[in-house]
């Protein structure tokens, strides 16, 4: 194992304790949060990307697009049935305050750091979709689902490399509550899965940026919508 391997497995896996430790150092403002996340994530993708591309790393290249032509519109499909699901719910967030408050609930009932984080403003609500969600969706899926996968695979099998890569993939978001790591390490496994089985790391980085936008963009509408929104009957 080469010296640049050895750095990038130690940076992955040592991060979640350096974040936690670093917890006090949050800056106040969230659109600082934003560009900070956004560059420590680029940093180590683009350590990643010099490593392999240096021919430093173990692993291959990651499959871009599915090869299999209905596979590829399958995930196109899934893609504007979500799309569609996220406008229908916007619209109703907006004109029944009913579903309004139905929610506003279940974001409520989730962790207050992860609420704290999601955008409020408009200036966050655009930083988050085109900085912060595009970073993770990049970043995080070639940290994770191509590159730990692919090196946890070769070490052992498929099934403790989707677990393994999912786990860490959990610890890096522990600053959120250990709640919301299990739930990310869950989400870690759909991603694994879908990376696997459309063997695309494109349509993987698109479900992830996407899961990442409907987020910000639920909880900016359901937290300035006006209470006075009409009710449907």
């Known amino acids: 194992m080469q ?17 936690l430790l ?18 420590i994530l680029w940093a180590i993708t683009g350590f ?23 596979k590829l519109y399958f995930a196109i499909s899934i893609f504007i049935a979500f799309l569609a699901y996220f406008v229908y719910l916007i619209s109703s967030i907006n004109n029944n305050e009913h579903i309004r408050q139905q929610v506003l609930g279940q974001l409520q009932n989730g962790s207050n750091a992860l609420v704290d984080l999601l955008p409020k403003s408009r200036k966050e609500l655009l ?27 070769q070490q052992t099998n498929w ?22 790591v299990l739930r990310t390490a869950i989400i870690g496994v759909v991603f694994c899965g879908v990376y ?12 992830h940026i996407i899961i ?3 987020s910000g963009t639920i909880a900016f509408y359901v ?10 009957s």
């Open 3 to 19: 010296t640049s391997e050895v750095a990038l497995l130690s940076i992955i896996l040592v991060f979640p304790l350096a974040d």
């Open 22 to 39: 670093l917890e006090k150092y949050r800056f106040k403002s969230k659109s600082q949060e934003y560009v900070k996340t956004a560059v």
């Open 48 to 70: 990643l990307c010099y490593s392999f591309f240096g021919g430093k790393l173990s692993i291959q290249a990651p499959d871009g697009l599915p090869v299999s032509t209905w």
């Open 127 to 153: 930083l988050f979709t085109f900085l912060v969600s595009v970073t993770a969706g990049v970043c995080e899926e070639l940290i994770f689902r191509w590159y730990l996968y692919s090196f946890l695979e």
């Open 159 to 180: 099934i403790v490399a989707i677990l393994g890569s999912s786990v860490i993939f959990g610890l890096w978001h522990c600053y959120l509550g250990w709640r919301h």
């Open 196 to 207: 696997l089985y459309f063997e695309s790391i494109v349509v993987a980085i698109i479900a």
């Open 212 to 214: 990442d936008v409907y």
């Open 223 to 232: 937290r300035n919508t006006s209470n006075r929104v009409p009710t449907k």
